[in-house]
């Protein structure tokens, strides 16, 4: 089972910020958050990830509580090419990495 | 272009045989992991190299191996196949072999057993 809850699709208009939650209750002290994006039938898109700080790059910002049981994925300026699949994972830092991914969010970007 | 290859784009087989599909990372890349996303099933995690050794395995069945060569690139092997093993099938490479690295997949192999 994965280890996330996501919404299982959310709408966002054009230009606006999407905002995309993930419920990680169970996350452990090593365990990090990573986002990836997956549009029609590409190979998913790495995006951002952390582990208890914010952090935000080029593409995103990711916001992590701090009892670190949930954390939102913000896009500051959605547009159409952003429509994907959005996955939320947590990776633990050890060597039995075994990645699960759940369902992920459908974010369609409305114009 | 995330700079992972992966060959052949298209397959299509009968049910019995024997397939390989190939993965080549990104230069200077030492892990590689193999996904694999059917429709009912979303992205399954299968196996994990890094710089030849295996490091974790997911839900991969035992008519399934795989194996990371010294040069790096990683063969997926999948024997009597089966319809319901019609699916895409990444590769995704990363620096490191684990976290905190990021991965970066490659475009996929779509795999039709009929």
């Known amino acids: 089972d994965a280890k996330t809850t996501q919404p299982p699709s959310m709408d966002c208009a054009e230009g606006r910020a999407a905002n995309l939650p993930c419920n990680h209750s169970t996350i452990s002290g090593n365990e990090y958050v990573y986002w990836y994006r997956q549009i029609h039938s590409q190979g998913p898109q790495y995006i951002i990830h952390g582990l208890k700080n914010n952090e935000t790059n080029e593409m995103a910002s990711l916001i992590i509580t701090e009892d670190r049981k949930s954390s939102t994925l913000i896009l500051p300026h959605a547009t159409l090419r952003d429509t994907a699949v959005y996955y939320c994972?947590?990776?633990?830092?050890?060597?039995?990495?075994?990645?699960?991914f759940g369902k992920g969010t459908r974010l369609h970007i409305l114009p | 272009d995330s700079g992972v290859t992966q060959t052949p784009k298209h397959l299509i087989t009968a049910t019995g045989q024997r397939v390989t599909l190939r993965c080549s990372p990104r230069s200077g890349d030492l892990s590689v992991y193999w996904y694999q996303q059917s429709l009912d099933q979303g992205l399954q995690f299968l196996i994990h190299y890094y710089n030849g050794e295996e490091r974790a395995k997911g839900n991969i069945l035992e008519r399934f191996s795989a194996q990371q060569f010294p040069d790096l690139h990683s063969e997926l092997n999948l024997s009597s196949l089966e319809l319901g093993d019609s699916a895409l099938y990444f590769c995704a490479s990363s620096v490191g072999g684990g976290v905190p690295y990021e991965q970066y997949f490659g475009p996929g192999t779509r795999l039709t057993v009929t």
């Open positions: 994972i947590v990776r633990a830092s050890n060597r039995d990495d075994k990645i699960i």
